[in-house]
């Protein structure tokens, strides 16, 4: 019996994956589609050269135009700036657009997802690009950012695999982010057989406050953070979380508290 071809049984070289789409697109009046997808480009364009990534459309195959948001393809090499420092950067760009935009543009809000494996560019065979997809379309990252929008006004929740999260913020390869910056989830997509370990970052949103904001059902049964947690008490119960969106004086908010963690990050 012939060996089979080696172009069948070589595994592709892997790639890094960034996969954006943008919330409520469809619901956008089609005269101010073309515009708004345009802000969007010059958006992630403006992102990726600050945080000093090469546009995947130099890159022949790395970049494939889904109508509501793009699939970007890098080296692999790249997958940690994916998410540090990119995704900090791009929340913060998206919040600037909100401010700059003429008061008749649609906002821009966006799910995200980042991933690695193996991929053959430019035809784009492998379970990889399938991957980003399911993440991306997951129930856990449209819940995150239905709360990130209703509760703080921000305008993007991220999904990074398991793979792409061990690659990354668990090898230490994120300096600003760390494991108590994510929501441990299971990526599940209606009607689809997918179901996988995931990672859930929406800026300015810690697990402890982001985790009883989201369904059982939407954190795939088994969310839970990897925060360190201290031991209950009648002063100081197990997972209160208090959030303070503006200046407080003197106001007292609790008799005693045990632990407390400030986050004096801004936008």
């Not at 494996?117 to 065979?125: E, F, K, S």
């Not at 360190?228 to 200046?247: D, K, L, Y």
Request: charged letters at 20%; hydrophobic letters at 40%; one cysteine or more.
């Amino acid at each position: 019996m012939p060996l089979a071809s080696p172009s069948s049984v070589d595994v592709p070289p892997e790639q890094a994956l960034l996969a954006v789409d943008m919330q409520g697109y469809s619901q956008i009046p089609e005269a101010k589609m073309a515009p708004v997808r345009s802000d969007l480009d010059d958006v992630l364009t403006n992102v990726l050269a600050h945080v000093g990534l090469q546009d995947p459309r130099d890159r022949p195959g790395a970049f494939k135009d889904t109508g509501d948001g793009a699939i970007f393809v890098m080296p692999a090499k790249d997958i940690a700036r994916l998410v540090d420092p990119l995704l900090e950067h791009l929340h913060t760009a998206l919040v600037r657009y909100d401010r700059e935009r003429l008061a008749n543009a649609p906002a821009i809000r966006l799910r995200a997802a980042v991933h690695v494996g193996p991929l053959a560019l430019p035809d784009h065979r492998g379970d990889a690009i399938n991957e980003v997809c399911r993440l991306l379309d997951s129930q856990v990252v449209r819940a995150g950012l239905t709360v990130a929008w209703e509760h703080r006004g921000g305008f993007l929740a991220t999904v990074v695999s398991e793979a792409a999260f061990r690659r990354t913020v668990r090898a230490g390869r994120t300096p600003d982010l760390d494991e108590e910056h994510f929501l441990r989830a299971t990526a599940r997509v209606h009607g689809k057989t997918f179901e996988e370990p995931c990672w859930l970052f929406v800026p300015q949103m810690p697990p402890q406050a982001l985790a009883p904001l989201i369904s059982p059902e939407s954190l795939g049964g088994g969310g839970g953070t990897t925060a360190p947690t201290s031991s209950a008490s009648p002063s100081n119960p197990a997972g209160a979380v208090f959030q303070f969106n503006g200046e407080m004086t003197d106001t007292t908010v609790i008799n005693k508290v045990g632990t407390m963690r400030i986050d004096r990050r801004r936008i």
